[in-house]
């Protein structure tokens, strides 16, 4: 196994890792700037688009050469060969101190994503989905901060996380329509280091890749939410993380140089890389697109 710095971007907040296997290229955004980036498995012909507010996570779609961005004031549609914006919807339009946050599309081409407390200091956040027709839905409420959404293999499994509740949590999926159900425990984060659940990510085997932020540790549970193994990153503060590369076999992991409250401390030099890890012997599943 091999960690190397894929891009030196120096992001603020990286977050939301996607691999488009269409293009072939990386897609990842920085929170704090909103900028969403793109570069090669290799991390050249890097390209970027401001959006000029917080960008919390986004979705590429099938059918439009843009993505779904989840700004803080809401849902936007990004034009990618003019940068421009089209508001489509805000979520909750009445809580000015939530912004959106983590955001996955679902097996089906749903765009699931949740919203935050900006101080992290209230559950006022819900978990919605954005359907192809652009109906949007609340899944959960009385939430802090959405993070760590992904699906099971199969898509029957979504894995979603409040990041400070020291949980992964795990619900019935129904492919059909987008509900969910069965809330359940998936596994327990130790908190006991300062690291909290960030952004996750399954692979083919139906393990799931957590980053654990502020500890700097790469974790994988098995499909029973035990520890399967703990990869040790060169930054404290990883974010998140996804499979890609033309083979699926690339894990590449976000990270932040700026913490976003103060009560967080600072990292070394390669802090708010873009990282590669190879030879792991695994691959994971393309992501899929937003079909509306």
């Known amino acids: ?97 939530n912004r959106l946050n983590d955001g996955r599309v679902d097996r089906q081409g749903r765009f699931v994503f949740g919203s935050m407390n900006r101080l992290e200091d209230g559950n006022t956040a819900s978990l919605y989905r954005l359907d192809a027709d652009y109906k949007i839905e609340k899944l959960e409420n009385n939430i802090n901060t959405s993070n760590s959404i992904c699906w099971s293999p199969d898509g029957t499994k ?3 996380a409040d990041t400070w509740q020291g949980e992964i949590w795990s619900y019935d999926y129904d492919l059909e329509t987008g509900q969910i159900s069965n ?61 890609g590369g033309k083979n699926l076999d690339v894990l590449f992991v976000t990270s932040m140089s700026q913490p976003p409250l103060p009560r967080f401390p600072d990292d070394n030099q390669l802090r708010g890389s873009v990282f590669a890890i190879y030879g792991l012997g695994i691959q994971g599943l393309a992501d899929a697109r937003f079909m509306g």
Not at 34 to 43: Q, V
Not at 210 to 235: C, F, T, W
């Open 1 to 97: 196994m091999e960690i190397k710095v894929l891009v030196d971007v120096k992001t603020k907040l990286g977050e939301c890792p996607t691999w488009d296997a269409v293009r072939q290229r990386l897609f990842w955004v920085d929170i704090v700037d909103g900028r969403l980036f793109c570069c090669d498995e290799f991390g050249g012909n890097i390209r970027a688009w401001e959006v000029h507010k917080k960008i919390g996570s986004f979705a590429l779609q099938e059918n439009y050469n843009g993505a779904i961005v989840a700004l803080e004031d809401g849902l936007y549609q990004l034009d990618f060969d003019t940068g421009n914006l089209k508001f489509i919807c805000n979520p909750e339009p009445d809580l000015p101190q």
């Open 158 to 160: 979504l894995y979603f």
């Open 183 to 243: 809330k359940t425990i998936f596994c327990k984060i130790d908190t006991s280091d300062g690291g909290s659940a960030d952004g996750s990510t399954v692979d083919r085997e139906g393990y799931l890749w957590n980053a654990k932020v502020y500890s700097g540790q790469l974790v994988r549970y098995r499909p029973d939410g035990k520890i399967d193994r703990i990869i040790e990153m060169p930054v404290k503060k990883i974010t998140s993380a996804v499979f």
